[in-house]
């Protein structure tokens, strides 16, 4: 099994390899493997980064079957990158954003290790992003190139103690897109300015990256001389903490943890732009983000309900029957997500139930 | 399916060969082989579906995938993205045949986006959970002998739709089959210059429908047996806002007299059972020899927006039909009543009561005082009747008075 599994990996680097070459512009060689980049040290199992590469955290991320994740992006040497008040931050070509996901072996106590199982790069080269994704191997020791995508089981203990035990998708090149996606090119979709304004924060805690945790990011990027047009820090827009009430006020947080969710797909130039309903944390418009809109082609997604988001009623929402479900004919997001993320849920019903 | 059902047959008939040996630890080796057989053909499933996904990455611009006779299961959507030029080609409709019902990653059986020039032929796409080929934002789409179809009784838990071309141009459906779908079987979306033919549609809620489209022909088909037969609409809150210029003609149309299956909150879900041709809000629509037949609520209805009584909140939205031609159809029906069910069940059974004699022609008879083109215009059709509704005073003024209506 193993050597067919070799086999096929050495075919997909070879197939890629020439798929690469064929395109007329000077794209990297994908590697295969993710120690070949060299951005972690030694094997990257410990996911120590190697210098230039920057460890950063999102106020409020994507859910993704409650998996962790460790984010890092590497600028290329001497190169800066420019404040933008409300889009990802343009990084320049030759950045790599880094994003591992994993599994703590018990949620409860980090301590008892953890089970990488992806580790995902966006590469922007000279004719745009790249996404390219390597699988941890089970002895945890290297990450493999992997095009095709795949399905893995995953077990660890959650937060409350219970054993879990469910289906992990890794996607394949293409799905990637289905999300990295604004006007059909390539984007990161995380690291905005408004998801970046706060103090860095890692279940592993900071200090092994030697970052004062009690420093905001933005202006530790400022200091290591890598952002620059960077204006005061108060006026700079600032995502709330989706599960920190302290963080922003209910609307706030229902709406950041919409558009992190949802908005890569559900917002103008997107792929869910078909269906009208606008995500975004900018759009304004009550109807565009759901209020008493009804579906398009939602098909049984609809759930026998009739508006996207009926005020006061969650159970009549549309919207909370497709995060509730994990049927791949039915559930939001499309991919990415074989549970529910119940928190998440219950935050967009309290929300909608709070409308008047 | 028949490849299944021929391979299932050939393995039960070898099993019930087999364990006529009486000797118990056969049995357990006969098990055991069993399970070695049974779990390298689900590695060899997963292989299949790894090959065949890395394929559809891997395509060299200009290339054409080949896709082998038998019957393949796939528990992810295989997609196709950024690429031109490239066939995706099976052995024949029920010959190639794509299944997935395991499936448990991906809204759709077969995605392809952001692409140019794409065929994709001679192959059925089986039981996807969501819709079973969608393509967007694709120049040049080209769906030739393709059948997709839900097993089984059509239920409201199959997918969508069949095919499903949105944001595309250059749309070319022919020779396609689409069976089973809880909303449309052939449905074109906010695309531009697109032709249907040929294609044959059963068993769904509608048929065909082109939603918010610019420049459709759809002609030759035959829609039987669904909901409604062809659908042309244009809904509020979308980025193509405004469809016209649809040609409906040569279409064999009858029996689509199906119970609506669609999940509430769709707005296939309100048409009636019984509905030939429903157009929505639409422009600019020629409906010519066509055959509709045996549709019992309705040969052709023309509705406004209002119709629906679902609010419109999209202020750039159009909610008025214009300029609908319906002529030189042949239209039949046998002496029965319109549908009971669902809200024009309603409608027909308290305000309209036609009867047995319903008109073949329907329309709401709201006009848009603002605008001086004719919403519909009806000529030279065989068995022509035709009825005012008069919804927006409530059905008071129903009037088979077609006077008013016929083309100048």
């Not at chain 1, 469910?166 to 799905?175: A, F, L, M, R």
């Not at chain 2, 309100?270 to 409906?287: E, F, M, Q, S, W």
Request: proline fraction near 4%.
């Amino acid at each position: 099994m193993k050597k067919v599994f070799l086999l096929f990996i050495s075919i997909s680097i070879f197939a890629l390899s020439a798929f690469y070459q064929k395109s007329d512009h000077d794209s990297i060689m994908p590697k295969e493997k993710l120690s070949d980049y060299q951005f972690f040290e030694g094997n990257g199992s410990e996911q120590k980064p190697t210098k230039g590469v920057l460890p950063y955290s999102l106020n409020t991320p994507l859910f993704s079957d409650y998996a962790e994740k460790l984010r890092f992006v590497k600028l290329p040497d001497n190169q800066t990158v420019a404040y933008n008040a409300t889009e990802v931050l343009d990084f320049p070509v030759g950045s790599t954003i880094i994003k591992t996901f994993y599994y703590p072996n018990d949620f409860r106590k980090p301590e008892l290790g953890r089970k990488l199982i992806e580790t995902r790069l966006l590469i922007h080269e000279e004719d745009g992003w790249k996404a390219l994704d390597y699988v941890w191997n089970d002895e945890q020791t290297e990450a493999y190139l992997e095009v095709a995508g795949d399905t893995k089981e995953v077990n660890y203990i959650d937060v409350n103690g219970k054993k879990k035990k469910h289906e992990y998708g890794i996607p394949n090149i293409n799905q990637c897109k289905g999300c990295h996606n604004r006007n059909e090119k390539m984007s990161p979709i995380g690291p905005s300015a408004r998801q970046l304004n706060g103090v860095f924060h890692s279940s592993l805690g900071g200090e092994q990256y030697s970052i004062k945790s009690a420093d905001n990011q933005l202006i530790n990027w400022q200091k290591l001389g890598i952002l620059t047009n960077l204006p005061a820090i108060e006026t700079v827009p600032k995502a709330a903490v989706w599960n920190k009430p302290e963080s922003g006020s209910l609307d706030e947080r229902a709406r950041i943890w919409l558009d992190i969710n949802c908005a890569h797909c559900h917002r103008k130039g997107g792929p869910a732009q078909t269906s009208g309903l606008n995500l975004s944390i900018h759009e304004t418009e009550p109807i565009a983000y759901g209020i008493l809109k009804t579906p398009v082609a939602a098909g049984r997604g609809s759930g026998n309900r009739n508006y996207d988001i009926v005020r006061g009623k969650p159970d009549e929402s549309i919207i909370v029957y497709r995060m509730e479900s994990t049927d791949p004919g039915i559930m939001m997001p499309e991919v990415g997500r074989k549970t529910t993320h119940k928190e998440g849920v219950e935050l967009i019903k309290e929300w909608i139930k709070a409308m008047k | 399916m028949t490849i299944i059902k021929y391979l299932s047959q050939k393995n039960s008939a070898i099993l019930s060969h087999k364990t006529l040996q009486p000797l118990n630890n056969m049995k357990k080796t006969l098990s055991l082989c069993c399970i070695i057989l049974f779990s390298t053909s689900i590695f060899a499933q997963k292989d299949i579906q790894k090959k065949i996904q890395t394929q559809f990455i891997m395509a060299e611009n200009g290339s054409t995938i080949l896709l082998d006779e038998g019957s393949f299961s796939f528990t992810a959507s295989l997609s196709l993205e950024g690429k031109k030029n490239i066939i995706i080609k099976g052995k024949g409709k029920d010959k190639t045949i794509l299944s997935f019902k395991g499936q448990t990653d991906g809204a759709e059986g077969i995605r392809i986006s952001n692409a140019e020039n794409i065929t994709i032929e001679d192959l059925t796409v089986q039981d996807s959970k969501g819709d079973a080929v969608k393509t967007m934002n694709v120049t040049g789409i080209t769906f030739r002998n393709i059948k997709t179809e839900w097993l089984g009784e059509p239920k409201a838990t199959n997918g969508s739709y069949g095919l499903y071309p949105v944001q595309c141009e250059k749309v070319l459906i022919e020779g396609c089959e689409a069976i089973g779908a809880s909303d449309a079987g052939i449905y074109v979306g906010q695309s531009k210059d697109i032709i249907v033919r040929k294609s044959r549609a059963y068993h769904n809620v509608a048929g065909i429908e082109i939603e918010n489209s610019i420049n459709a022909e759809v002609y030759e088909n035959e829609s039987t047996e669904n909901t409604g037969g062809i659908l042309v609409f244009d809904l509020p809150d979308l980025i193509l806002k405004k469809g016209g210029n649809t040609k409906v003609f040569k279409n064999n149309i009858h029996h689509n007299n199906f119970p609506n299956f669609a999940p509430k909150g769709n707005i296939v879900a309100k048409v009636p059972d019984g509905t030939g041709v429903l157009i929505l809000a639409a422009n600019h629509v020629d409906i010519f020899d066509n055959q509709i037949i045996n549709n019992k609520s309705m040969g052709v209805g023309v509705i406004s927006y209002f119709t629906t009584e679902n609010k419109i909140k999209d202020k750039e939205y159009y909610p008025y039909s214009e300029a609908i031609t319906i002529r030189d159809n042949n239209f039949e029906r046998q002496k029965v009543k319109a549908t009971g069910r669902g809200r024009f069940g309603q409608i027909y059974r308290f305000k309209l009561r036609f009867g047995k004699n319903v008109p073949h022609i329907l329309w709401d008879g709201i006009v848009d005082d603002k605008n001086p083109n004719p919403v519909i215009c009806i000529k030279n059709n065989k068995n022509e009747s035709f009825a005012n509704m008069d919804i927006e005073h409530n059905f008071k003024n129903i009037s088979r008075d077609k006077s008013k209506v016929v083309c100048k």
